[in-house]
T-cell receptor
């Protein structure tokens, strides 16, 4: 089944403890992206990647890092999480860019930072 | 970053009613996309529009790409309980790598 898989689905952590949210897609898509979703704010892009080793900042990149060493994986790294990073996170992938055929989204990771 | 103006923010409707929602932008777009998000899941693409004036259907859903290229509309006919969720519009302008998103319309069906 064609899908984007995120792990974990739920995570509670403490301020300052580094964490990684993994994302993997099995559709051979070149383009991948991370979003956060907060009530009333919709989806805001954190980082995106056009291909292996090519990444760029989205609208809200502060406090996040990403890497794209392989085409299928695009992990999101929070080096020192803070409570304002409590949110619902989505990974998404697209073939030839989201403007062509849209995104396929993962099921989300709900992160709570205390 | 830029955000689309999506309205209404939420809708309470009776089962069987028709639903309309829209998105507007201050800049023109080349593509309009409509997504639905079920509770606890990621958004799923419903309809993609690529041409000004285009009208596209997907079952009971119909969406239109506005003539000015600055707006789009989504209609749902004869709503059913599984239509509940959040509907998002997204537009793509000059950059093929970034979408601009609306804040979502939450659809709730009155019991």
């Amino acid at each position: 089944e064609a899908q984007v898989t995120q792990n974990p689905r739920y995570l509670i952590t403490v301020t300052g403890k580094k964490l990684t949210v993994t994302c993997s897609q099995n559709m051979n898509h070149e383009y991948m992206s991370w979003y956060r979703q907060d009530p009333g704010l919709g989806l805001r892009q954190i980082y995106y990647s056009m291909n292996v080793e090519v990444t760029d900042k989205g609208d809200v990149p502060e406090g996040y890092k990403v890497s794209r060493k392989e085409k299928r994986n695009f992990p999101l790294i929070l080096e020192s999480p803070s409570p304002n990073q409590t949110s619902l996170y989505f990974c998404a992938s697209s073939d030839r860019g989201p403007g062509n055929y849209g995104y396929t989204f993962g099921s989300g990771t709900r992160l709570t930072v205390v | 970053g830029q955000q689309l103006n999506q309205s209404p923010q939420s809708m309470f409707i009776q089962e069987g009613e028709d639903v309309s929602m829209n998105c507007t932008s201050s800049s023109i777009f080349n593509t309009w996309l409509w997504y639905k998000q079920d509770p606890g899941e990621g958004p799923v693409l419903l309809i993609a529009l690529y041409k000004a004036g285009e009208l596209t259907s997907n079952g009971r859903l119909t969406a239109q790409f506005g003539i000015t290229r600055k707006d789009s509309f989504l209609n749902i006919s004869a709503s059913i309980p599984s239509d509940v969720g959040i509907y998002f519009c997204a537009g793509q302008g000059d950059s093929n790598y970034q979408l601009i998103w609306g804040a979502g319309t939450k659809l709730i069906i009155k019991p």
